[in-house]
């Protein structure tokens, strides 16, 4: 059974503070999803990272990929109010033409003024 | 207009009930899922259909049945409902093909209530 373990599940900080997620498995995925999701609506995705060890940003936001393809990381530089949610860490399994996601428990932040 | 669109958004009923969830995509898609996310926020694959094929089908009970009559449309079908379905459901869609990689994109979700 494949398992990703998101942390922390809570988190809340002052406006302006860095703060780092993550997401970690002992199972090899084809890619590692980060979605943020807001009350009343679906998961948005954020971004998608696939190779090992790489590296995207986001405005103020960082993800990296472990380079054995087990872990991911977000890092948030200057956090601010509106970076307020649940985020969403999911590993991409390829079946067949479809995606198989396994989400993380999820995070959430809150970014206090 | 809506990408991935489920109806209804809302739904209590009570235990025993049968109801069904429709979902509907625009945006030229071949595959489709139905997810749950439980009262802890985890979001759980259910079935995905690739062109009216069902290719993933997780340990659900089989009072769940999935129908795809196209492949812009997944609906669930749930008999007897019980007090444990209480999540919201949510459908959502890729472009097929490799698979891996491909963005998925889901649906508003369906908050099921179960009394």
């Known amino acids: 059974t494949q398992l990703l373990e998101q942390s922390p599940q809570f988190l809340s900080i002052q406006e302006g503070e860095n703060l780092t997620v993550y997401c970690n498995s002992s199972?090899?995925?084809?890619?590692l999803q980060w979605y943020r999701q807001e009350p009343g609506e679906g998961p948005v995705l954020l971004v998608t990272?696939?190779?090992?060890?790489e590296v995207k940003k986001l405005k103020r936001l960082t993800f990296q990929f472990g380079d054995a393809r087990k872990d991911s990381s977000l890092h948030i530089t200057a956090a601010q109010p509106g970076d307020t949610g649940l985020y969403l860490c999911?590993?991409?399994?390829?079946?067949?033409?479809?995606?198989?996601?396994?989400f993380g428990q999820g995070t959430r932040l809150t970014i206090n003024p | 207009d809506t990408a991935v669109s489920q109806t209804p958004k809302y739904l209590v009923t009570q235990m025993g009930n049968d109801k069904s969830i429709k979902c509907e995509q625009n945006?030229?898609?071949?595959?489709m899922y139905w997810y749950k996310q439980d009262s802890k926020k985890f979001l759980k694959i259910m079935f995905s259909?690739?062109?009216?094929?069902?290719?993933i089908n997780e340990t659900v009970p089989n009072r769940f049945s999935p129908k795809s009559p196209d492949k812009a449309h997944l609906n669930l079908h749930i008999n007897s409902l019980e007090l444990g379905d209480s999540a919201v459901y949510f459908c959502?869609?890729?472009?097929?093909?490799?698979?891996?990689?491909?963005?998925?994109?889901f649906g508003e979700g369906s908050w099921l209530t179960v009394v």
């Open positions: 959502a869609s890729s472009q097929g093909g490799r698979g891996w990689g491909n963005t998925i994109y």
């Open positions: 199972s090899v995925f084809s890619s």
């Open positions: 990272v696939v190779t090992g060890g």
């Open positions: 999911a590993g991409g399994v390829g079946i067949q033409g479809a995606q198989k996601l396994v």
């Open positions: 945006l030229g898609h071949d595959t």
């Open positions: 259909y690739n062109n009216k094929e069902l290719i």
